[in-house]
């Protein structure tokens, strides 16, 4: 149990486009999910919290506008790189948070690594 | 500010033998730790965890080592394999930081045949 998927696992697309990620809970609802970026050989930074039915929370530094999440359902949440550039080539990671008896745990997706070209 | 960090980048350990990870942390308001292996190209995976009103776990070869006093948690990995090689990371919350996961630095884990 407590899987998560991302989709795609890995895009190349050309500077100025705008790229969508999906994170899924397959097995359980999850009403926050996480986002984070990792470049190499560097930690998980967190880019923003994605919450059901409600606006993300976004880390200082983190654009917005640039970065759109939408959480429509307990099961996915979604990342959109607008306008992306060369400097937004990263890889991407989103987590599930899932509630269970002893506690909260975070589940982390596969991850997408994105290029922007 | 507040920080969760690892003593050591790289680790090499012989197959077979105990693998030890260790992770100092700063906020001492953090009631919960994790820790989580992110083989290249993949999402971190979930080892282990513990909360603050414990100071050791024991998981399946792995355990996790609590000491609140020197703010100081460890990861020891018994009869170490090739597939262990990866990079752990720490990750704590509470406290100040809510529902927030702030990670460490990552140290990689190199077992040699």
């Known amino acids: 149990g407590a899987v998560v998927s991302q989709h795609p696992s890995w895009v190349i697309c050309k500077s100025g486009t705008s790229v969508k990620i999906e994170c899924r809970s397959l097995d359980f609802q999850a009403t926050t999910m996480f986002w984070y970026r990792q470049f190499p050989k560097q930690s998980l930074m967190l880019m923003a919290t994605?919450?059901?039915?409600?606006?993300?929370?976004?880390e200082q530094g983190v654009e917005k506008d640039k970065f759109l999440i939408n959480h429509a359902s307990l099961t996915l949440s979604t990342l959109t790189v607008t306008s992306a550039h060369p400097e937004d080539s990263s890889f991407y990671i989103c987590?599930?948070?899932?509630?269970?008896?002893?506690?909260?745990?975070?589940?982390f997706g596969p991850g997408t690594r994105l290029l922007v070209l | 500010g507040e920080s969760v960090g690892l003593h050591l980048p790289t680790l090499s350990v012989q197959e077979g033998d105990n693998s030890i990870i260790n992770c100092a942390y700063s906020?001492?308001?953090?009631?919960?730790f994790i820790w989580y292996k992110q083989e290249s190209g993949k999402g971190p995976q979930f080892i282990i965890d513990?909360?603050?009103?414990?100071d050791k776990r024991q998981g399946q070869r792995v355990t996790v080592l609590l000491n609140k006093t020197v703010k100081h948690l460890s990861l020891q990995i018994a009869a170490t394999q090739p597939g262990d090689s990866a990079v752990y990371f720490c990750?704590?919350?509470?406290?100040?930081?809510?529902?927030?996961?702030?990670f460490g630095g990552g140290t990689r884990l190199m077992v040699k045949p």
């Open positions: 987590s599930a948070k899932l509630l269970a008896e002893g506690g909260e745990t975070q589940y």
């Open positions: 994605s919450n059901e039915g409600s606006k993300a929370t976004y």
């Open positions: 513990i909360r603050s009103n414990m």
């Open positions: 906020n001492s308001a953090s009631d919960y």
């Open positions: 990750a704590e919350k509470g406290g100040d930081a809510g529902n927030m996961l702030t």
